[in-house]
């Protein structure tokens, strides 16, 4: 037992050791960058924010994902930098609400239909070496520019991972499904904005495409119902594909209070969920309005 608490003491204080000289190191390191009011434990927790970001982008990058709000890690980042450098305790809660934004919003990541041009990625690296080599010849570099470089940097290797790191032409190909019956059980998107619309009249629920491309089309089942039917046109054919502007009748009755479709935009590969809603025609005399 006493060897055990002598380890555990001897753990304890070789941690401590190796916190304070890591961390004494990171502090001598800050002194040579004009964010000297930074410390090195938060310095430290800036970095591994920024890891963790370019990890997740990179794992993104590997199923197809693109960033698209998780952008927003970017100045959050740098208004966290900035808030001890400048003494604006406002843009730490503007940094943090960026953050999040980044992490928690709806779809932060978009799927890309071919693998991006390294392009931007490559300017925005020069951009930050650039930046780099006129602070490095500037006796006293102004903040805010020497955390737009590492911004800049920070967003190029972010590009340059989904180029690197998306996946082949073919094994995209092969993992696409196909769009039937059992898309209904497998993981859908339910987009930010909604490629279809429904509009009621006597004859039931008319389906329209008001998206500016063609969409392929699955099944739909009414609301609250196991049900699944393919969508088909008012003449009665079934629409395996609905071109913009071109509507489908889905034959939904009085008790009906919504539908779902099911279908897939363009060459995309998850299936998207469209959810519409409404107070059913045999009980419109008993709704109230708060």
């Not at 009011?37 to 591994?48: K, N, P, T």
Request: hydrophobic share 50%; proline share 8%.
């Amino acid at each position: 037992m006493q060897e055990l608490e002598a380890l555990r003491a001897g753990l304890v204080s070789w941690a401590g050791l190796v916190s304070s000289v890591g961390l004494g190191g990171l502090g001598s390191l800050l002194d040579l960058t004009p964010l000297t009011e930074v410390s090195g434990l938060y310095a430290v927790v800036i970095g591994l924010i920024a890891l963790q970001w370019l990890l997740r982008t990179g794992r993104e990058a590997r199923l197809g994902y693109l960033p698209r709000v998780a952008w927003w890690a970017v100045p959050g980042l740098a208004l966290l930098l900035l808030t001890p450098t400048l003494d604006v305790p406002a843009l730490f809660g503007l940094g943090a609400a960026a953050l999040l934004l980044a992490e928690y919003w709806p779809l932060p990541y978009r799927r890309a239909p071919a693998r991006p041009s390294p392009a931007w990625p490559l300017v925005s690296v020069l951009i930050g070496a650039a930046l780099a080599f006129g602070i490095l010849q500037n006796q006293r570099p102004e903040p805010v520019a020497f955390v737009a470089t590492l911004c800049a940097l920070l967003a190029g290797m972010a590009g340059l991972l989904g180029v690197a790191l998306y996946p082949a032409k073919g094994a995209a190909a092969r993992t696409r499904p196909t769009l039937n019956f059992q898309t209904r059980w497998h993981r859908t998107v339910t987009p930010e904005w909604p490629d279809l619309s429904v509009t009621l009249s006597e004859q039931g629920a008319h389906l329209k495409n008001i998206s500016k491309r063609p969409v392929r089309l699955a099944g739909w089942s009414p609301a609250g119902i196991n049900a699944w039917y393919r969508v088909r046109g008012p003449d009665g054919e079934v629409l395996s594909e609905l071109r913009a502007g071109q509507e489908a009748l889905l034959p939904v009755g009085e008790r009906d209070s919504g539908v779902r479709v099911w279908y897939g935009p363009g060459k995309e590969q998850e299936a998207h969920l469209f959810r519409a809603d409404w107070t059913p025609l045999g009980r419109a005399d008993g709704r109230v309005l708060n």
